[in-house]
């Protein structure tokens, strides 16, 4: 059974970074394409960052283009998103997931004051 459990989110101020990780288990992690998502009270949930199953390739939302980086530890089974100079319209819970799977997280809660 795949599980994926995210950790790391919480209250910080403008400016400030945060490090999520993401643990998976029951799946060859090292295959697939990985990816962080969030949502906003109100809001969808929109795709955040990828990485492919390599590590060689990443994109980014233009949103978070250049604060984020998406990285990924094949063998410990985890993914990260790093998040820098955070915004208080980067307020969301936060989910990783393997998309082609259709498997998520729980989420994170990442708050950002201003």
């Known amino acids: 059974q795949v599980q994926l459990v995210e950790s790391g989110g919480g209250l910080v101020q403008a400016g400030g970074s945060l490090r999520l990780s993401c643990v998976a288990s029951?799946?060859?992690?090292?295959?697939?394409?990985m990816a962080w998502y969030r949502q906003a009270p109100g809001n969808q949930r929109e795709w955040v960052a990828d990485?492919?199953?390599?590590?060689?390739?990443?994109n980014y939302a233009d949103s978070v283009k250049g604060r984020f980086t998406i990285s990924r530890d094949n063998a410990k089974k985890t993914v990260y998103l790093q998040m820098n100079s955070l915004k208080p319209e980067d307020t969301a819970v936060y989910y990783c997931?393997?998309?082609?799977?259709?498997?998520w997280g729980q989420g994170t809660q990442v708050t950002v004051s201003s």
């Open positions: 997931g393997i998309p082609t799977m259709k498997k």
């Open positions: 029951g799946v060859i992690v090292s295959i697939w394409n």
């Open positions: 990485i492919m199953s390599g590590g060689g390739t990443t």
